[in-house]
């Protein structure tokens, strides 16, 4: 089974509001990847984060990792209707190779 | 920079057929990964390769297979073909030098069809 368990599944928002998904993860990991995927196309990456890092900004996106509690958020700022896709955390595991991935949150940004 | 590219975009096989897809990293990586992606679902690992070996392996059967050749690219063979390795098929390219973070690049998929 998957590792990661993002929440919510879906979200629904209107253009200029912020979006928030959150991870949780079982293991211990190097670092946890936030990637984009529009219409079951490639995915594209987001964001690095590592187990040391707390926080990180790119843009419109910050990424928070608590380690203590398995968990990670991705918010977007001031969304806009080309946000709209699926989004997915990904954890690096440590002392492998293999990349986990979760179920996804799926966001509708409205125009 | 050419990213990373896969072919073909689509495929339909039938069932107890075989196919082979291929990936080619982007320029400057030297690792290649393969992911299965059910409709709706996360992408699975299904291995990794470094320096033409594979180095780990998710949890799919034998039937799948993997190569990696001397100019890093990459090809995926899956053998008796089931209904249920119908998905999108992504490889994904990053490089594993010394403290490198494991940031990887993914291709647009190839989209495999069993019936």
């Known amino acids: 089974s998957q590792q990661g368990e993002e929440d919510p599944q879906a979200l629904s928002i209107q253009e200029g509001e912020n979006a928030t998904m959150n991870c949780s993860y079982k293991t211990s990991i190097n670092n946890l990847q936030w990637y984009r995927q529009n219409s079951g196309r490639g995915l594209v990456h987001l964001i690095l984060i590592r187990s040391n890092e707390r926080e990180k900004h790119s843009g419109r996106l910050r990424v928070t990792l608590d380690t203590s509690k398995k968990s990670s958020s991705l918010l977007i700022t001031a969304s806009r209707a080309a946000d709209t896709a699926s989004y997915f955390c990904?954890?690096?595991?440590?002392?492998?190779?293999?990349?986990?991935f979760g179920a996804g949150t799926r966001l509708f940004v409205k125009a | 920079d050419a990213g990373v590219t896969q072919s073909p975009t689509h495929l339909i096989k039938t069932r107890g057929q075989q196919v082979t897809l291929r990936c080619s990293p982007k320029s400057g990586h030297d690792t290649v990964s393969w992911y299965q992606q059910a409709l709706g679902q996360g992408p699975q690992f299904i291995f990794q390769?470094?320096?033409?070996?594979?180095?780990q392996r998710g949890n799919f059967p034998d039937r799948f297979s993997g190569h990696q050749f001397p100019n890093y690219s990459s090809e995926l063979n899956v053998n008796a073909l089931l209904l249920g390795d119908s998905a999108l098929y992504l490889c994904?390219?990053?490089?594993?030098?010394?403290?490198?973070?494991?940031?990887?690049?993914f291709g647009p998929g190839t989209r495999l069809t069993v019936l």
């Open positions: 390769y470094y320096e033409e070996e594979e180095r």
């Open positions: 990904a954890t690096g595991q440590t002392g492998g190779f293999k990349t986990i």
């Open positions: 994904a390219s990053s490089w594993r030098g010394r403290g490198g973070p494991d940031t990887q690049y």
